[in-house]
């Protein structure tokens, strides 16, 4: 059974940057579609970013497109997410979530195994 657990969320100020780690164990992340959601307190989940599994395709938000990369780590069974230049709006719990059969494509269908999600905090 794949779990994956969150890392690398805090509190930020404006215009700066953070990691995310998506760390994965009880199977390769390599037979997943990787995505990274965030939802905002009162506001509904939002699929921010994904990446396939070969790699080779990755596809962002508009609202993150620029900003954000998404990336993968093999050796390491890890995908990431880069945040830079952060804003406000960005302030949600983000979480990452696995799927052997669907796809990477926005707006990001429900993906089948998710980690418990990292904070982010955008504020001055």
């Known amino acids: 059974q794949l779990q994956l657990v969150e890392s690398g969320g805090g509190l930020v100020q404006p215009g700066g940057s953070l990691r995310l780690s998506c760390a994965a164990s009880?199977?390769?992340?390599?037979?997943?579609?990787i995505g990274w959601f965030r939802q905002a307190p009162g506001k509904e989940r939002e699929g921010v970013s994904c990446?396939?599994?070969?790699?080779?395709?990755?596809n962002y938000a508009d609202s993150v497109k620029g900003r954000f990369t998404i990336s993968r780590d093999s050796a390491k069974n890890t995908v990431y997410l880069q945040m830079n230049s952060l804003k406000p709006e960005d302030t949600a719990v983000y979480y990452c979530?696995?799927?052997?059969?669907?796809?990477?494509?926005?707006?990001?269908?429900?993906?089948?195994?998710w980690g418990q999600g990292t904070p982010v905090t955008v504020s001055s």
């Open positions: 979530a696995a799927a052997q059969f669907k796809p990477c494509v926005l707006p990001l269908p429900r993906y089948d195994y």
């Open positions: 009880g199977s390769t992340l390599n037979y997943y579609a």
């Open positions: 990446i396939s599994k070969s790699g080779g395709t990755t």
